[in-house]
């Protein structure tokens, strides 16, 4: 008894976090997180580490100081995991499961678990000083790089403002370690999120672009009133090539502009890219586009993939099929 007793006492709060997580992803009806949520978030998460980085030293010598410290600590690590947890469902969504930008999913999942579990949490931060710097950058340049495009801001440009801005907000960790005036650290911090957000656009293939999701993808003989015709299965004979329609939605947020392509590929090898009028976001059914496969190969049996992308190269989504004779 005594044992369950303190097993409950280490993990239960723990345990009650990833219960209540699991509720908020799975049972309540998923939708995109609020811009204005996410941006109070994120000031209230900035603002905490600001005055914990402040103060830090001189209340750490008294035993109340160290204690409103603990609870700042605290505050922190449940605002990180509050962030994430928003951020996942919109994450999932935009990302494509065998494509490299599930590899970011996966990076938010697991800090999302490890700030779940206190005691893990704290032992990885007694450890790795460093950890509490990557949950800050991950979870500023995640949620910024959703709430940007939902107040209208094209996908490039959201993606290298978060990554700016996300070093940037390490200016309070940066002047704490290298005990540099505030000037000095935001100058610095300024600098080197120039070199991160080329870094983000050299990876922006590793990212997938939230908010944008493929709503629907579908294999079709023709379009008309703005609706497939004739949907096809995942395998079709080599007649069916020629011609061949491949129908996708997009959604993106109200009042954004992006320009979209159809990279058309077979066994891996691009057969042909289509670049197609920009989508307008605001329709909740997702902007509907197509484009036609007209040049067809000799011998078209094989795997084919249809990438639907950003004009800056992010994978939004993809339709898969096969040729078969």
Same mark, same amino acid.
């Given at each position: ?132 710097? $990557? ?173 639907? $992308? ?16």
């Amino acid at each position: 008894m005594t044992r369950a007793v303190a097993w409950l006492r280490r993990w239960g709060i723990s345990l009650a976090s990833l219960v209540g997580g699991l509720l908020t992803l799975f049972v309540f009806r998923r939708e995109l997180p609020h811009a204005r949520w996410i941006i109070g978030y994120l000031l209230l998460l900035w603002l905490l580490v600001a005055l914990s980085v402040q103060v830090r030293e001189r209340f750490q010598a008294k035993r109340a100081g160290r204690l409103v410290l603990s609870a700042a600590d605290y505050t922190i690590q449940s605002l990180y995991h509050a962030i994430l947890l928003f951020l996942l469902p919109a994450y999932w969504a935009s990302t494509t499961l065998d494509s490299r930008n599930l590899v970011f999913l996966l990076l938010l999942v697991a800090l999302v678990l490890l700030a779940t579990f206190d005691p893990l949490y704290r032992a990885v931060a007694e450890r790795m000083t460093a950890i509490t710097d $990557v949950f800050f950058f991950v979870s500023a340049f995640a949620a910024l790089n959703v709430a940007l495009p939902l107040v209208g801001v094209p996908q490039f440009w959201a993606l290298l403002l978060s990554a700016w801005i996300a070093v940037v907000g390490l200016a309070p960790a940066l002047r704490r370690s290298r005990r540099w005036p505030w000037r000095r650290a935001l100058n610095a911090t300024a600098l080197a999120g120039l070199a991160v957000a080329g870094l983000a656009f050299a990876a922006r293939a590793w990212i997938p672009p939230a908010p944008l999701f493929l709503a629907q993808a579908t294999l079709a003989r023709d379009v008309a009133a703005g609706e497939p015709l004739e949907s096809l299965g995942p395998t079709i004979g080599p007649n069916d090539v020629r011609g061949l329609v491949a129908f996708t939605a997009v959604y993106a947020p109200a009042g954004l502009r992006q320009p979209i392509a159809h990279v058309w590929r077979r066994e891996d090898r691009i057969e042909s890219v289509v670049r197609l009028s920009p989508i307008h976001g605001g329709r909740r059914e997702g902007f509907r586009t197509y484009s036609r496969k007209t040049i067809v190969p000799t011998d078209p049996s094989g795997r084919w993939s249809v990438d639907v $992308v950003t004009d800056s190269g992010q994978l939004i989504g993809r339709l898969r099929f096969r040729v078969e004779p």
